[in-house]
């Protein structure tokens, strides 16, 4: 093979490589009749993973972390206010399916107000949750949104929360989780999307076998008729 033929194939296949990719990219997602069972687990995650933090919250008497601030006074007053507000950060994400980019923001929003006070750590997992739930359920130009937001939230995070020694590290970790849960939410969409892709070929499958049988009922109700059409006519030559 010469030099332009080779070049002229890896061009073809980069092109074919870069067409499938823009098409997984672009993929619609999956229409979803309500609340499955990954949906709610994640809910009872979210309320476990808040349960948690405010346990330890109770019995350490300690719960913010972060260097702007070094924690809120543990008074009755600032235990009911957190409570309530990781409360409502996990009951809004029941709305996530409808308004998944609003969803977000909201927890965005949440999420660095929380940093300012060292709480980060509270809202966390719901913010990745509203994260892979808007990830997962809009278009491609929306995505670049999103994961750009999440970036800056990360960003703001770390600068509230962590001393300047270790800000570093800090912007690292929450930015990796950003990427990761978004990474997560595109291959679930495809792996829905694949399945989806199965059931309607399966569907198609059974229609053309109905419509098969039902043409050859057709035909073999035809050859009879025409059978009994010859037989009466030679009978009615006969006689």
């Known amino acids: 093979m010469s030099g332009a033929e080779h070049g002229s194939s890896s061009a073809m296949r980069?092109?074919?490589?870069?067409?499938?990719?823009?098409?997984w990219v672009r993929q619609p997602a999956p229409a979803q009749a309500g609340p499955g069972i990954l949906s709610t687990l994640l809910l009872i995650l979210c309320a476990t993973y808040q349960g948690g933090m405010i346990g330890s919250a109770v019995l350490t008497g300690r719960v913010g972390d972060g260097g702007m601030v070094g924690g809120i006074a543990p008074t009755r007053i600032g235990f009911t206010v957190l409570i309530l507000a990781a409360m409502g950060s996990t009951a809004l994400l029941t709305a996530r399916r409808r308004h998944?980019?609003?969803?977000?923001?909201?927890?965005?929003?949440?999420?660095?107000a929380a940093s300012v006070l060292g709480l980060n750590n509270f809202f966390l997992v719901p913010v990745l949750v509203a994260l892979g739930s808007a990830?997962?359920?809009?278009?491609?130009?929306?995505?670049?949104?999103?994961?750009?937001?999440?970036?800056?939230?990360?960003?703001?995070?770390?600068?509230?929360?962590?001393?300047?020694?270790?800000?570093?590290?800090?912007?690292?970790s929450q930015v990796v989780a950003v990427l990761l849960t978004a990474i997560a939410a595109m291959l679930a969409r495809s792996v829905a999307n694949w399945r989806a892709a199965q059931a309607d070929a399966?569907?198609?499958?059974?229609?053309?076998?109905?419509?098969?049988?039902?043409?050859?009922?057709?035909?073999?109700?035809?050859?009879?008729?025409a059978e009994l059409h010859d037989s009466v006519g030679h009978g009615l030559t006969t006689i």
């Not at 980069?14 to 098409?23: F, I, P, V």
């Not at 998944?100 to 660095?112: G, M, N, R, S």
């Not at 399966?202 to 008729?225: H, M, N, P, Q």
């Open 14 to 23: 980069l092109r074919t490589t870069w067409r499938t990719l823009g098409e």
């Open 100 to 112: 998944p980019l609003a969803v977000f923001l909201v927890e965005c929003a949440v999420y660095v």
């Open 135 to 172: 990830v997962s359920r809009l278009p491609l130009w929306q995505h670049l949104a999103v994961i750009g937001a999440a970036c800056l939230m990360a960003t703001a995070s770390a600068v509230l929360v962590a001393p300047p020694g270790i800000l570093m590290e800090e912007w690292l």
């Open 202 to 225: 399966k569907a198609e499958r059974e229609r053309f076998r109905v419509l098969r049988a039902e043409r050859d009922r057709a035909v073999s109700r035809a050859g009879i008729a």
